[in-house]
């Protein structure tokens, strides 16, 4: 039996959630891979998976035998590549978990660079939905939230931030009239995130103006039922430029169509919140060059600071946001533990 080979299945097969599925992962017949894993059961004289027609799941042992096991795999990869370090290239598959979003609007337009420079890199994008914290079973992790990183046995670092802004088409605008105060939300046809329909509170805050208790003026709006809700960010995005109504998108989304004139910003002395981006990548003894390589090319290519640079481009920049974003991860090589405001603490497993 090829130990190692038969450790990489078992990790796979784990990943993947099933015999099947890690067989067309790993290019190999069904009964190839179940027989690999069942050999190494049998040189460790346990059992790692319990099987049933229906589902899979690991033993206690198998708990423990999977995280030992990544760790000597990351350690027998890190050892490959300390002894080609002669060789300048990279090489390697990168496994990068990222929201669609940000996939479509920004990642896939800037990866033609990445390829460039290292070209026998291969990247595997799974964009399944929102990313709030990172999946072990990825070497990185685009995450995306508006308040602090969840807790969690990994380390991240700040790639961008993002406002949520207020925008239209030009030609539904035309029909209803401009926006000048939150309140006007009421009267118009507003395209809303389930969630954020959920909690049926729109909160503004003005960049400028005081209260009488001397903070930023805020104003809490309860829209109607929405027009359109969606937790698919492109959809929204499309029907906001076909004219359907208003809606608030992150600027990452809106910046083309702010550019090209086909969306306009609305309200933009009011804000909502910002969406701060980290990479997020396991906590591991050794992280792989390749790795290393992408963190600090989505850091060079999305700037990494507390300014949103996609309004700034379109030139309608919030003055306010880098004040009120979460502040960057205190700094580390390569990147950042994961880490509340004003705490340097390590993510709780």
Not at 108 to 130: C, D, I, M, Q
Not at 141 to 152: E, Y
Not at 235 to 242: D, E, K, M, S
Not at 282 to 287: G, S
Request: aromatic share 4%.
């Amino acid at each position: 039996m090829d130990l190692m080979r038969a450790m990489r299945t078992f990790v796979r097969v784990v990943d993947e959630q099933g015999f099947a599925a890690a067989a067309r992962a790993l290019d190999l017949a069904p009964a190839v891979v179940t027989r690999q894993v069942a050999e190494l059961e049998a040189h460790l004289g346990a059992r790692l998976l319990n099987r049933t027609t229906r589902r899979m799941s690991l033993t206690e042992v198998g708990e423990t035998y999977v995280d030992h096991a990544r760790q000597i795999l990351a350690d027998v990869e890190e050892a490959e590549a300390a002894a080609a370090r002669s060789v300048k290239d990279l090489r390697g598959h990168l496994k990068v978990l990222v929201p669609p979003a940000f996939a479509v609007h920004q990642l896939a337009r800037h990866l033609p660079v990445f390829r460039a420079r290292h070209p026998h890199v291969t990247l595997e994008l799974t964009v399944p939905g929102p990313v709030e914290t990172v999946d072990d079973t990825h070497d990185v992790s685009i995450l995306m939230t508006g308040h602090g990183l969840r807790d969690g046995d990994f380390v991240a670092r700040r790639i961008a931030v993002s406002e949520v802004i207020i925008c239209a088409a030009p030609a539904y605008l035309d029909r209803v009239g401009r926006l000048n105060h939150p309140m006007q939300i009421l009267e118009v046809d507003m395209l809303l995130p389930t969630l954020t329909t959920a909690r049926r509170v729109l909160s503004f805050t003005h960049e400028t103006a005081l209260g009488a208790d001397g903070e930023p003026e805020r104003v809490d709006v309860v829209p109607p039922r929405a027009a359109l809700t969606t937790i698919h960010l492109d959809t929204t995005h499309a029907a906001v430029l076909a004219g359907m109504g208003v809606a608030g998108l992150p600027s990452f989304v809106a910046a083309d169509g702010l550019m090209s004139h086909r969306l306009e910003r609305l309200l933009p002395e009011w804000r909502i919140f910002a969406l701060t981006i980290h990479a997020g990548v396991p906590t591991r003894k050794h992280l792989p060059a390749r790795t290393r390589a992408f963190v600090d090319f989505l850091v060079e290519t999305f700037g990494g600071g507390e300014r949103d640079r996609w309004l700034e481009a379109a030139g309608c920049p919030t003055v306010a946001a880098a004040a009120s974003v979460m502040p960057a991860s205190v700094a580390m090589s390569p990147v950042a533990r994961s880490a509340t405001p004003g705490s340097t603490r390590k993510a709780r497993p």
